[in-house]
């Protein structure tokens, strides 16, 4: 069974920078892909950044140049450096993994709210 255990959210004034992490355990052979995930008050639950297990980063362009995600395998762990926050950041950002076959494994989130 995987777990994924999401951490660093918390409020922050615009402007400002976050770090989350999201620390994986249990079988997670073949989870390759490693991505962020956020959902707004009232909205939908939208990607925000992706990693491949090569390294390959894509971005959301709401958020392309201000947010990096990295991956350490070695901690199994996957961060969402987040900087220059804006007030439409706020939400509930999730980790998730995804293998070969498409399947998912969801966190169960860590809030961020930035105030203006």
């Known amino acids: 069974q995987v777990q994924l255990v999401e951490s660093g959210g918390g409020l922050v004034q615009a402007g400002g920078s976050l770090r989350l992490s999201c620390t994986v355990s249990?079988?997670?052979?073949?989870?390759?892909?490693r991505a962020w995930y956020r959902q707004a008050p009232g909205k939908q639950r939208e990607w925000v950044a992706s990693i491949t297990s090569g390294g390959t980063r894509n971005y959301a362009d709401s958020v392309k140049g201000r947010f990096t995600i990295n991956r350490d395998d070695a901690k199994n762990t996957v961060y969402l450096q987040m900087n220059s926050l804006k007030p439409e950041d706020t939400a509930v950002y999730y980790c998730?993994?995804?293998?070969?076959?498409?399947?998912?494994?969801w966190g169960k989130g860590t809030l961020v709210a930035v105030s203006s």
């Open positions: 998730k993994l995804t293998n070969q076959y498409g399947m998912n494994q």
């Open positions: 249990g079988s997670i052979f073949g989870f390759d892909v």
